[in-house]
């Protein structure tokens, strides 16, 4: 089976601005995690989402949101970019219906905002 | 915190060595992973361990986890250069899942 992927890999936006990261899960995988990764905060959980419902959210402000899609892909929007938003962000697919089970992790979308 | 602790924060071993990790949870598990990243990529799940078992294998690694203190232990035997990582305990925390702030590994050559 095909790992999780993440598109694009990299991405550079200025202050202000408004980014959307998505996220293909694993095949038959059906809950998507995003976790924010910064080498200050370390690895921090944004939320989780199985069949198209958001389950979890973490402690982030409402400028991140996401969705999850029929066929379980998944993507996150953050708007209003600000400096501290620089980061690597990755997302998880399991194939249980619990956040606590065996994630796979893609490889990330690296953030940078000016 | 929610995050809990991981000790030493950096490691550094030759190869063939022996290398343990620590990992201390505050709240009540219904199990405890550890994952492993390679500089700046994605997560790669190592092993997970539920709250009932004290002890687990694979390959050269060994976890401990010890629920009456809330800690867990990663031991990686016979280090090789590619073992060349950082290293985090994640655990359940309510609906969420929170990850440690890991150990960096450099095994030398």
């Known amino acids: 089976k095909a790992g999780v992927t993440q598109t694009p890999r990299y991405l550079i936006k200025t202050r202000g601005q408004q980014v959307t990261l998505s996220c293909s899960p694993i095949?038959?995988?059906?809950?998507v995690s995003w976790y924010q990764q910064t080498p200050g905060q370390g690895l921090q959980f944004l939320f989780e989402?199985?069949?198209?419902?958001?389950?979890n959210k973490g402690n982030f402000p409402g400028r991140f949101s996401g969705r999850q899609f029929s066929n379980s892909r998944s993507e996150m929007n953050v708007s209003t970019l600000e400096l501290g938003d620089s980061a690597l962000y990755l997302c998880?697919?399991?194939?249980?219906?619990?956040?606590?089970?065996?994630?796979?992790f893609g490889p990330g979308t690296r953030l940078l905002v000016l | 915190s929610q995050q809990g602790e991981e000790d030493p924060q950096a490691l550094s071993i030759q190869e063939g060595e022996n290398a343990t990790m620590n990992c201390s949870y505050k709240?009540?598990?219904?199990?405890l992973q550890w994952y492993r990243q390679n500089s700046g990529r994605g997560l790669v799940h190592l092993i997970l361990?539920?709250?009932?078992?004290r002890e687990k294998h694979s390959g050269r690694l060994r976890v401990t986890l010890d629920t009456s203190k809330k800690s867990s232990s990663l031991l990686i035997t016979a280090s090789r250069a590619a073992d060349t990582a950082s290293y985090f305990c994640?655990?359940?925390?309510?609906?969420?899942?929170?990850f440690g702030p890991g150990t960096r590994l450099s095994v030398l050559p």
């Open positions: 998880a697919s399991s194939p249980g219906t619990y956040v606590q089970e065996t994630q796979y």
């Open positions: 095949s038959g995988h059906r809950s």
């Open positions: 989402y199985f069949s198209e419902t958001q389950r």
């Open positions: 709240t009540s598990i219904n199990n």
């Open positions: 361990i539920r709250s009932n078992e």
């Open positions: 994640g655990w359940n925390y309510g609906q969420n899942f929170v």
